[in-house]
């Protein structure tokens, strides 16, 4: 079989070198970019004269039936043909003869190429940005539902001092709300047309690239032909910004993983999102909260290994580009998958209040209350914190938290302490007055939530 490109050649490849090099079996995801950008591209020839209205006419005839094929799933594509591009451009002259060929006057598989990646990151980034409004709507749906409800908050994975549960899930809100930022704002350099930059150097075609760039919704063209061509900063943009998203993810799966454990007991995921055991019949496990936090691994993969690929490359194309594929298309699925999932598990996900409300009464998570309690009555807070320390000692060799030691024995660790300490103590009390911007105080919460629902209904 003879190649697009075969005239300088006196022999061909074998089919097992052929394979190698083939990108067919993975860019055949572009495909209706592929034809779009042609359409773009035929569309324009056409309007600059470069091609007569009638050659103009029977290509984009062509390319629509194309189109129609591949939705259909009835193009069959060849690793002979080696890419997306050359496997069309085959078709085409298949389908309307020799006029086909002229599809690619004033064009290189070069910007073709990166003109196909930058309409499906456009339209991927989309969909991710919509799949993230998702789960910050689960989110803030949950948070609605449990203001009031406290939860222990942690650091170093040690009791520290009880918040409100929404307080808690909404600060995934907000992690979210600065990704759906990245995506947002890397658009920029997505939407933008390397159509027309040719192999490498332009063209001797009068072609007219902001008509190209206009009829395909880009909002500009790349101002240097040998950037356009090799540029590959918005896939590795992407790709960032999906590690974050996925590290985001993940740590809120590691939460859900550790809340629905028997030691902790705070969730219980809904069964359509947990597996069993195939040999211990009384689990349940997190499996989705795990395979999400396990996938981000390979997201991170796909951005190490852009960028790993790109640290070396002169200008301009570099076959080794072809390599920009494979983390990018995984990525997008992996992303996609993983959200979709994410919003379900938000939303089936039981909520055990009992169980953390038991917590936050068995711990000594409101040692803090006492020490500020002193501090505003003008005790320095140094002073303050070791007095606490040794009533916090106190009540461990008695076996009690705080709110069971007796009016004595607070009296006795310090006159200051006064009745109202018991009212002090409680979690309630404890969260609610944690009222300063962001805090956990419930009135904060409020505000919070108000303001989180007006950034989704100002969509
Ligand atoms: N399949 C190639 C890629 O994905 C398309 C561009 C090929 N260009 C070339 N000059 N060989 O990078």
Redesign the pocket.
Known sequence: MTKLWGGRFTKTAEEWVDAFGA?IGF?QALVMEDIQGSIAHVTMLGKCGILTSEETEQIKAGLETLKEKAKAGELEFSVQN??I?LNLEKFLIDEIGPVGGKLHTGRS??DQ?ATDMHLYLRNETKNIMEALRNVQQALLNQASNHVETLIPGYTHLQRAQPVSFAHHLMAYFWMLERDFGRFEDSLKRVNVSPLGAGALAGTTFPIDRAYSAELLGFDSIYENSLDAVSDRDFIVEFLSAASVTMMHLSRLCEELILWSSQEFQFIEMDDAFATGSSIMPQKKNPDMAELIRGKTGRVYGGLFSLLTTLKGLPLA?N?D??ED?EGMFDAVHTVKGSLKIFAGMIDTMDVRTEVMEKAVHNDFSNATELADYLAAKGLPFRDAHEVVGKLVLTAINKGVFLLDLSYEDFQAAHPLFEQDIYEVLEPKTVVARRNSAGGTGFEQVKIALKKAASILENE
Request: hydrophobic share 15%; no cysteine.
């Open positions: 990108s860019d080696e890419d591009h598989r070069n190429v194309y076959k580009m072809q594929k």
